[in-house]
């Protein structure tokens, strides 16, 4: 009879665990959507930028900002930019 009972609070401890380890995984996913969804609202938001800068006076390097493909930095003035390394070339 002891055995089964231990046996019992083991299944039970295991199923504590399942359930939160199942938690923790609907929090993980419910994180990574909210991420996902504020990244495309930020996409949105540059692309409108984008567009807004292009039709100032800064036309050329609205234009050069967008072909830059995301890849720009900013830079101080009277600084030569430099182009970040590559993953590839590390």
């Avoid at 083991?10 to 923790?24: F, G, T, V």
């Avoid at 995984?25 to 996902?36: A, F, N, Q, Y």
């Avoid at 390394?85 to 590390?90: L, N, T, V």
């Amino acid at each position: 009879m002891a055995s089964a009972a231990q046996e019992m609070e083991s299944l039970k401890e295991q199923i504590d665990i399942l359930r939160r380890e199942n938690a923790q995984m609907r929090l993980d996913r419910e994180s990574e959507g909210t991420v996902l969804l504020e990244l495309e609202h930020l996409k949105n938001d540059n692309s409108r930028l984008m567009k807004m800068l292009k039709e100032t006076g800064h036309k050329q390097f609205g234009e050069y900002a967008e072909d830059s493909g995301g890849s720009m930095h900013f830079v101080q003035r009277g600084e030569q930019p430099t182009r970040l390394k590559d993953k590839r070339e590390q």
